[in-house]
C-alpha cells in the first residue's frame, strides 16, 4: 500500500466467527426482513475505531498480537432488536467472561496507545444478522455453540451494495504470546 501520512482507514476489532458458525448464523437470517448482512461480514465487535490514520497499523497490529485473554465458548441463544438502529442481532443471555476479559484487555490496550474508539455505550456483545430491518418474529432455535477464539483487525469500506470488509490481521487466542517472544523481554 502507497500511503501518505493523511490517509485513514475506517477500523475495528472483531471476534471472528468459523465457518460452521457462520452458517448456521445465515439460518437465523431466514425468516428476517431487511438488508441481511452477507456470510463473510458476520462478526462480533469488540472495539469500533472509526478513521484512524494509516500510519497506526503497526500499534493496532501489535495490540492483536499482545491479546493475553483465552478462548471461550459463546452460547448464542437469542434474537432480538435495536429498535433505535433497526438492527436484529444474535446474542448470548449471558455474556461469558471471557469475552468481557478480552474486551477490557483491548479497551485498556488502546487507551495505553492514545487510540479513541467507540466505548460510550455499554458493551453489549451481539452479531448483526439485519439492518434496516423489522422487529423479527419470535424464532425458536437450538443454541449455537461457538468456540471463539480468532480475534481480527477489520477494515470496513462503504461500498453502494453494502460495506465490505477486509481482515489486516488476525490471530488465535489458543496462541498465547509470551514476553520472552520480545528483544529484551523476560521468561
Same mark, same amino acid.
Request: glycine share 4%.
Given at each position: 500500500m502507497?500511503?501518505?501520512?493523511?490517509?485513514?482507514?475506517?477500523?475495528?476489532? /472483531?471476534?471472528?466467527?468459523? $465457518? #460452521?458458525?457462520?452458517?448456521?448464523l445465515?439460518?437465523l437470517? /431466514?425468516?428476517?426482513?431487511? @438488508?441481511?448482512?452477507?456470510?463473510?461480514? =458476520?462478526?462480533?465487535?469488540?472495539?469500533? =475505531?472509526?478513521?484512524? #490514520?494509516?500510519? @497506526?497499523?503497526?500499534?493496532?497490529?501489535?495490540?492483536? =498480537?499482545?491479546?493475553?485473554?483465552?478462548?471461550?465458548?459463546?452460547?448464542?441463544?437469542?434474537?432480538?432488536?435495536?429498535?433505535?438502529n433497526?438492527?436484529?442481532?444474535?446474542?448470548? %443471555?449471558?455474556?461469558?467472561?471471557?469475552?468481557?476479559?478480552?474486551?477490557?484487555?483491548?479497551?485498556?490496550?488502546?487507551? $495505553?496507545q492514545?487510540?479513541?474508539? $467507540?466505548?460510550?455505550? /455499554?458493551? !453489549?456483545?451481539?452479531?448483526?444478522?439485519a439492518?434496516?430491518?423489522?422487529? #423479527?418474529?419470535?424464532?425458536?432455535?437450538?443454541?449455537?455453540?461457538? @468456540?471463539?477464539?480468532?480475534? /481480527? =483487525?477489520? @477494515?470496513?469500506? $462503504?461500498?453502494?451494495?453494502?460495506?465490505?470488509?477486509?481482515?489486516?490481521?488476525?490471530r %488465535?487466542?489458543?496462541? !498465547?504470546?509470551?514476553? !520472552?517472544?520480545?528483544?529484551?523481554?523476560?521468561?
Amino acid at each position: 500500500m502507497n500511503a501518505t501520512s493523511s490517509e485513514t482507514m475506517r477500523l475495528f476489532y /472483531a471476534l471472528w466467527p468459523d $465457518n #460452521p458458525t457462520r452458517t448456521t448464523l445465515m439460518q437465523l437470517q /431466514a425468516p428476517l426482513h431487511g @438488508r441481511m448482512i452477507p456470510y463473510e461480514n =458476520l462478526h462480533l465487535t469488540l472495539a469500533f =475505531l472509526g478513521e484512524q #490514520p494509516v500510519s @497506526r497499523l503497526p500499534a493496532l497490529k501489535e495490540i492483536l =498480537l499482545r491479546l493475553n485473554a483465552a478462548p471461550g465458548e459463546l452460547v448464542l441463544d437469542r434474537v432480538s432488536y435495536f429498535t433505535r438502529n433497526r438492527i436484529v442481532w444474535a446474542g448470548a %443471555s449471558e455474556t461469558p467472561p471471557f469475552v468481557l476479559t478480552l474486551y477490557r484487555e483491548l479497551s485498556e490496550a488502546l487507551m $495505553n496507545q492514545g487510540v479513541a474508539f $467507540n466505548e460510550q455505550h /455499554a458493551f !453489549k456483545p451481539h452479531i448483526t444478522l439485519a439492518r434496516d430491518a423489522s422487529s #423479527p418474529p419470535d424464532l425458536a432455535f437450538a443454541p449455537i455453540r461457538w @468456540r471463539a477464539h480468532k480475534v /481480527a =483487525l477489520v @477494515r470496513s469500506e $462503504n461500498a453502494p451494495q453494502g460495506s465490505r470488509y477486509e481482515v489486516l490481521a488476525s490471530r %488465535s487466542l489458543d496462541e !498465547k504470546w509470551v514476553l !520472552k517472544d520480545l528483544p529484551g523481554g523476560g521468561a
